[in-house]
């Protein structure tokens, strides 16, 4: 039965980052994807039921709940105001250099931080060149964060 789950899981979430890349990928459906990824947040927030978080360790663990496996989005590091972490699930969009979809595919993340007063930032993703582990980090939103994150979309001369 355990074997069966994991497939599940597994395949489950390749199939889910499938549809969402497709979306992401045409700018045309960008509201149609932001949809229904900030419903897929949502129905994840009532299913976890978690509390607001109060310290940015329980802002990262609040995060690594909606994900069934928190073994492929690690908690990497944890400063004053923000916690790192890696996705090291394989993207639908590793090498394309499509970061502008990566931005919209990730809508899910921002919505579901956005309920627990966090914001989502993806430093480094698997979309650019040679980038096998997408890099972000995670704040409270509304606070003076000394450590300022840009979005990998926003950097300049990225590939």
């Not at 607001?52 to 909606?66: C, D, V």
């Not at 394309?96 to 914001?119: I, S, V, W």
Request: charged share 25%; net charge positive.
């Amino acid at each position: 039965m355990m074997k069966f789950k994991q497939y599940m899981t597994k395949y489950g979430v390749q199939t889910v980052l499938n549809v969402t890349a497709f979306l992401a990928k045409r700018g045309a459906l960008e509201h149609v994807s932001n949809k229904l990824l900030g419903a897929a947040a949502r129905f994840s927030v009532n299913k976890t039921k978690s509390s607001q978080p109060k310290s940015i360790e329980e802002l990262g663990a609040s995060w690594q709940k909606a994900f069934p496996s928190p073994k492929q989005i690690p908690l990497v590091e944890f400063k004053e105001d923000t916690v790192y972490a890696e996705i090291q699930t394989p993207c639908p969009l590793r090498g394309t250099g499509d970061l502008k979809a990566c931005y919209r595919m990730m809508e899910y993340d921002r919505a579901y931080m956005t309920h627990f007063g966090g914001e989502f930032v993806v430093l480094k993703s698997q979309a650019e060149g040679g980038v096998n582990v997408c890099k972000v980090a995670i704040q409270f939103a509304n606070k003076d964060n000394p450590t300022k994150l840009v979005h990998a979309h926003l950097r300049e001369n990225i590939l």
